[in-house]
């Protein structure tokens, strides 16, 4: 039984960096791929993958970051074509049994799907969250006004 | 039983809109302030709410939003400092019961929370979702190897 996976992350920003570090401490094996070699400084000491310095929709860098062996793929950039780009041809070229994508624009979202990448947009789930937070102290002062 | 709140929120963009939109339809008092009026293009035709353009870390512009009668704040500019500010000042001047902020960087949610003001990190919540996704595809893998 496998435990330890192949994850490639596209994007060493506060949301790349910090999976990176969590799910190489987890024991994966991580490689994450920036164009911006600036942005490795945000892992950890610790951190026991590989950093590939390029552009993730190139396919040479893809190939440098050894993606045809990848169980999952997750793209995190702050721009929706590149993590679109990136996830989908994990998904074609490579094979990547586990794509994810973050997505900023929720209207993307469907042709994500259509596409069979799984998609989080933190947008929608931190409004979602904001709107729990409202119902729940609409909640609460009517209960203390009873 | 009083259901419908006063709810002042900071930032039109993606998320300030969705949540001035959704809470405007739920039946609630919304007021959005932003400094760039074209944001406010973002709000759906049936947006019941007032729209006002300005600083929110000023005083005059908060005043304008009438502040002292919210019930609720929510800061969800992408400028931590603004939101920090717009937050404090909704709490400590005007004794708004309930502030919400979104926060960028996860080590300043203990800030916040010594000074009461509850928060979103999108950051963190997408990270969580991403690491239990990869979490279930692992768990999925290990069960069709059995």
Redesign the interface.
Known sequence: ???N?Y?VIVGCG??GS??AN??SRAG?SVVVIDSNEATFSDLSPDFSGFRVSGDATQMAVLREAKLNKA??L?A?THEDNVNLMAAQVAREVFGV??V?A?V??PKREEIYAQLGI?T?C??????Q???Q??AD??AE??GS?R
């Not at 933190?122 to 409004?127: C, E, F, K, N, R």
């Open positions: 039984m496998k435990n996976r994850i506060r949301l910090h999976l969590q799910l994966h169980d999952v997750i995190t049994p586990h994810l973050r900023f624009d799984r989080i933190p947008t929608s789930v931190a409004a969250m904001f709107l937070a409202v102290d609409t002062q009517k006004q």
